[in-house]
């Protein structure tokens, strides 16, 4: 029988602190086998990555690593969360997303599951005549209703209002937001929107349905644009703060004016950040509030989506795994409702399989994983805490740059805003395209034979504003090609894996330029002569010291053979190479001229 010690299980009572210098020390080891001579805090640097919005995240956080008291949930700065319970009552909201109705779909969901509803209404979607049709059997008392219809607002808001009356749905009961958003409609669209319907819309909520939101500020349209997590969040303070003039302005009391607005915001596959965002955005609004004199009034209430702009539309099924990590971030930083879009959103109405999925998504995490019984659980990490300062640091200053810039509507129609969230986009464009920020299924691990699944065309959405970008597009773009000279001549275009000496000398580099090369929908082919291959060009795969020994015979050999183009996987300079592709190489520019001169168009 084991006797534990007077004072508990000290396992490590025995041992002296070790201190960071010590940590740092182990680190200089480390790096200097790998031949980075560092030390110090430079060794901690080597370890670091860089952010978005100047951000750096380092290798280790510690106590020494403070963060102002995030308080408690449910009181100002509301970091913790906007209520005192958070969603331990049963979890978030589980809002479904619809763009069509087919008979039948709206009543499965909730049936199964979601818990709101969100209706694309208008041109985009469903038409304001067919709400009464895609609402059919639904208990509007009990089901919430988010709208989304752009410069139709009014008249689906009448809409539903009409049916709350029908139905005799008491006003009290109601819950939801009609989605009035006239600066998001701009941002879409390029085309101003006069405010004064959404802030009628507004008072009548204010006076008759206390539980309905007017107005969303939806910042998705600039992380969609390529926006940083920095400009997501100064640009939808600046949106807040313009709607709660344009409230205060046409007669409404400033806390009328906060209760009208709901935000919402893009959950990503990067957990950490999503959940620093979502913390950082509670306590940035909160100090709305306050220097607004409502600092009561500051509980933002977020809806999260999960990025249309991770999801792919080659090897879609991965997008499962990017929107599971993205609804755990959403629920774990607190936000109120989340939308898990379906994992065949890019390629067009989702089935029923696939909204089924979304929706059990938020299910298995809340009901199997438990992540709601905790309010906050990442509060008080060290690293979650610092990144939530530092964020809600840089989402401040873009606000306040904006704010120097005549507000939200301003740097809209200057062209400004679209300036900055392009530059961003570019150099994320870079890491891309490098590989330096891989794309499961698409630039990394490919898989060619595999057949994309087709659906019937999603509506188009609104347009003529800000663009929209994907992660996949620049290698979407290529394989493309691909697959036209796949279906003109029926065969892809190929390269041949040159390898050189055992197994044990090539694999690695010859996987390397297997997956490099196949992302850009070029079949590889090993084993066999140059000649046996069909292909036009080779690359050559083998260790450092067997390219000494043979690199130079054997490109020479393959260009006697007919090779067009040689390269090389890895790096050096070697007689009869034409290229040489290494990690961290420009993949993109890589493969376009590759298909270039393979006269794939």
């Not at 006797?3 to 396992?11: A, I, K, M, N, T």
């Amino acid at each position: 029988m084991t006797v534990l010690p007077d004072d508990g299980l000290s396992l490590a009572a025995e041992f002296p602190d070790a201190t960071h210098e010590q940590w740092q020390h182990l680190v200089e080891g480390v790096l200097r086998k790998s031949g980075r001579d560092v030390s110090g805090e430079a060794a901690e640097d080597a370890l670091s990555t860089t952010l978005e919005d100047g951000l750096r995240t380092r290798p280790l956080y510690t106590a020494r690593d403070t963060a102002p008291d995030p308080g408690l949930p449910g009181f100002a700065p509301y970091v913790r969360g906007a209520r005192p319970e958070g969603g331990t009552a049963g979890g978030w909201d589980i809002r479904q997303r619809h763009a069509a109705a087919p008979d039948g779909a709206v009543l499965a969901d909730l049936e199964n599951g979601v818990t709101s509803l969100w209706l694309a209404v208008g041109p985009d979607g469903i038409p304001v005549s067919g709400l009464a049709r895609a609402l059919d059997g639904v208990f509007l008392d009990l089901a919430p209703v988010v709208l989304d219809a752009g410069r139709e607002t009014p008249e689906a808001a009448a809409e539903l209002f009409r049916l709350y009356e029908e139905n005799g749905v008491d006003p009290r009961a109601v819950r939801g937001n009609l989605g009035a958003d006239p600066l998001g409609f701009e941002a879409r669209t390029g085309e101003p929107l006069d405010f004064a319907p959404a802030i009628a819309l507004a008072r009548r909520c204010a006076q008759e349905f206390p539980g309905l939101r007017a107005l969303t500020v939806d910042a998705l349209p600039y992380h969609e644009a390529g926006g940083s997590a920095g400009q997501e969040l100064g640009a939808s303070l600046a949106t807040g703060v313009a709607c709660l003039r344009e409230l205060t302005e046409a007669g409404m009391d400033v806390e009328q004016a906060f209760g009208q607005l709901e935000f919402r915001y893009a959950a990503t596959a990067d957990q950490f950040l999503t959940i620093a965002k979502l913390r950082a955005a509670r306590r940035l609004w909160a100090r709305v509030a306050q220097v607004s004199g409502a600092p009561d009034a500051g509980a933002q209430v977020q809806h999260a989506v999960t990025s249309p702009v991770m999801m792919s539309r080659r090897d879609p099924w991965v997008n499962m795994l990017r929107t599971t990590v993205a609804t755990l971030a959403a629920g774990v930083g607190g936000a109120e409702s989340v939308t898990v879009l379906p994992f065949d959103h890019a390629l067009g109405l989702p089935d029923a399989f696939a909204r089924r999925i979304a929706r059990n998504t938020s299910t298995i995490l809340v009901e199997e994983s438990h992540l709601a019984r905790v309010v906050d659980p990442a509060g008080g990490s060290w690293y979650v805490e610092r990144l939530t300062d530092e964020l809600a640091h840089a989402g401040w200053e873009y606000f306040r740059s904006i704010e120097r810039d005549g507000g939200q509507a301003a740097v809209l129609r200057s062209g400004r805003l679209r300036t900055d969230l392009a530059t961003t986009w570019a150099e994320r464009s870079k890491k891309l395209a490098r590989r330096r920020e891989p794309v499961t299924g698409v630039s990394e691990f490919p898989l060619l034979s595999e057949k994309t699944p087709v659906r019937e065309p999603a509506p188009e959405p609104p347009s003529g504003g800000l663009p929209r970008v994907r992660r996949d597009e620049a290698f979407e773009e290529l394989r493309a090609r691909s697959d036209a000279h796949l279906a003109a001549t029926g065969a892809r275009p190929r390269i041949h894996l040159a390898t050189i000496g055992p197994a044990a000398a090539y694999t690695a580099r010859a996987g390397f330029a297997a997956n490099l090369f196949q992302a850009g929908g070029i079949e590889t082919v090993t084993g066999g002569t140059f000649e046996e291959s069909g292909a036009g060009e080779a690359v050559l795969c083998s260790s450092d010291a067997l390219y000494a020994e043979q690199a130079e015979t054997t490109a020479r050999s393959l260009k006697a053979a007919g090779a067009g183009h040689v390269f090389l996987a890895g790096r050096g300079e070697y007689a009869d190479v034409d290229a040489y592709v290494f990690a961290g190489c420009d993949a993109v520019a890589v493969l376009s001229e590759t298909l270039d001169r393979m006269g794939v168009s």
